[in-house]
């Protein structure tokens, strides 16, 4: 029997260690590598923080280059997406997401003491630039101070347990394979994943009696799966979605777990946001 849903096993969190390249697992190397893309020049200011920058308790210091847009600010327990450039003191810069031209999701719990700090600060839009100590650091790879530029494009919250968690609601989509689906928030795109299609996504399922069981949001990062490694509700549910659409699935016993022991039972609730398709 295939794996009923794959992304329901522990993902490798992204941890943001300024000590080293920001888009590397734990295991990658100590000593940071060398940007594959084109260096983005260092601020004047990058060797040490100007007389206008403000400095908390612990030694970080920041400026607010751009007012965000947004009110809530991160907590521990939230993910966040995040567009960011760093440098060494001597302006050699160390990565850089903007020069990827793909921002970072990660989990604000994994990040390192000086990220934790500054990100909890800020409200989505909004871009700082960080002098961090090597006190705030994880201790790997670059030493000495560091600075970044980093804009907070997204706050990544759990969603709540939604009110019709139990059943679908009357204007819910029903397909004859007894899925049951509705739009939250309509697509950007056109394109619809096959039955073979390999996705990324973001997601929250319950239980019917509103009991979170697996979040993306919780790791901060989407989970990337073809769609035919997982169950057969998850597999119908997002060929109907477009890039960018979030969607609700009651997706009923059959279609999910079966009864298997050890995974959710019964009919399960998923929110689901596509975020991109990527393999036809």
């Known amino acids: 029997m295939r794996n009923p849903l794959r992304l329901l096993a522990p993902a490798v969190l992204l941890i943001l260690l300024p000590a080293l390249s920001l888009a590397q697992a734990p295991a990658a190397p100590a000593a940071p590598a060398a940007p594959a893309t084109a260096p983005i020049p260092a601020p004047p200011d990058v060797a040490a923080p100007p007389a206008d920058a403000q400095t908390t308790a612990s030694g970080l210091a920041f400026k607010i280059l751009t007012p965000g847009t947004g009110t809530e600010r991160p907590v521990l327990g939230d993910g966040v997406e995040?567009?960011?450039?760093?440098?060494?003191?001597?302006?050699?810069?160390?990565?850089?997401?903007?020069?990827?031209?793909?921002?970072?999701?990660?989990?604000?719990?994994?990040?390192?003491?000086?990220?934790?700090?500054?990100?909890?600060?800020?409200?989505?839009?909004?871009?700082?630039?960080?002098?961090?100590?090597?006190?705030?650091?994880?201790?790997?790879?670059?030493?000495?101070?560091?600075?970044?530029?980093?804009?907070?494009?997204?706050?990544?919250?759990?969603?709540?347990?939604?009110?019709?968690?139990?059943?679908?609601?009357?204007?819910?989509?029903?397909?004859?394979?007894?899925?049951?689906?509705?739009?939250?928030?309509?697509?950007?795109?056109?394109?619809?994943?096959?039955?073979?299609?390999?996705?990324?996504?973001?997601y929250t399922g319950w239980t019917t009696d509103g009991k979170m069981f697996d979040s993306s949001f919780q790791r901060g990062t989407p989970s990337t799966f073809s769609l035919d490694e997982v169950i057969a509700g998850w597999t119908q549910g997002l060929q109907l979605m477009v890039e960018g659409e979030t969607r609700r699935l009651w997706v009923p016993k059959n279609l999910a777990y079966r009864g298997e022991p050890g995974k959710p039972q019964g009919m399960l609730v998923f929110d689901i946001e596509l975020v991109e398709i990527v393999r036809q």
């Open 82 to 202: 995040i567009h960011y450039t760093g440098w060494t003191a001597d302006g050699k810069m160390i990565d850089s997401s903007v020069a990827r031209g793909k921002p970072l999701s990660l989990a604000l719990e994994s990040a390192s003491p000086g990220w934790k700090e500054a990100l909890q600060l800020m409200v989505p839009g909004e871009k700082r630039r960080l002098w961090i100590p090597e006190s705030l650091s994880s201790g790997r790879g670059a030493r000495g101070p560091l600075v970044f530029d980093v804009e907070l494009v997204r706050l990544l919250r759990v969603p709540p347990v939604p009110a019709d968690v139990a059943a679908p609601p009357a204007d819910a989509e029903r397909g004859k394979s007894g899925l049951a689906s509705k739009v939250l928030t309509p697509g950007t795109g056109t394109r619809k994943p096959s039955g073979r299609s390999r996705v990324r996504v973001h």
